[in-house]
């Protein structure tokens, strides 16, 4: 599957955005995302700074991104998923922007349920580096 950059950048700025939900930014989103920036080919420097920035950046928006693909739709819900759930602290508002970004891809409800369910069930085997979504996209 060939990756347009768009989609790229709309994956890192969405996990952003997610984390960013609750005002604050763990260690474990921090050292998440940057599995991801370093997967999806992001420098690490630019990685650290965008997640530095990030709450204090009025110019990121707060809109669901829109993919090109399902699969990579899938994806990113999954790996935002892993993210929301990655410091123990399941917040509301990450679930629901989850659940909009979703909406805005035509996933539906009940695609969105079932993969949260099974994410939660394997928690926290499905956090271990090598269970990153996008890593299985980009190969």
């Known amino acids: 599957m060939q990756w347009e950059i768009i989609d790229k950048s709309q994956y890192f700025k969405g996990l952003l955005l997610l984390i960013g939900k609750d005002k ?6 921090k050292k998440y995302i940057m599995k991801v920036g370093k997967t999806l080919g992001f420098e690490k420097v ?17 809109e669901p991104p829109k993919f090109s693909e399902r699969i990579i739709a899938e ?4 790996d935002g998923m892993k993210t929301a759930i990655v410091d123990k602290d399941i917040d509301p508002m990450e ?12 996933l539906g409800e009940t695609w969105f349920m079932k993969n949260l369910q099974e994410i939660i069930k394997n928690h926290p085997k499905s956090l271990s580096e090598n269970e990153l979504e996008v890593a299985e996209l980009i190969k």
């Open 24 to 29: 604050k930014i763990t260690a474990e989103e």
């Open 75 to 78: 994806s990113f819900i999954k």
């Open 95 to 106: 679930l629901e922007w989850l659940k909009n970004v979703a909406n805005e891809n035509s």
């Open 46 to 62: 630019f990685c650290e700074n965008a997640i530095d920035e990030l709450l204090d950046n009025p110019y990121l928006g707060d």
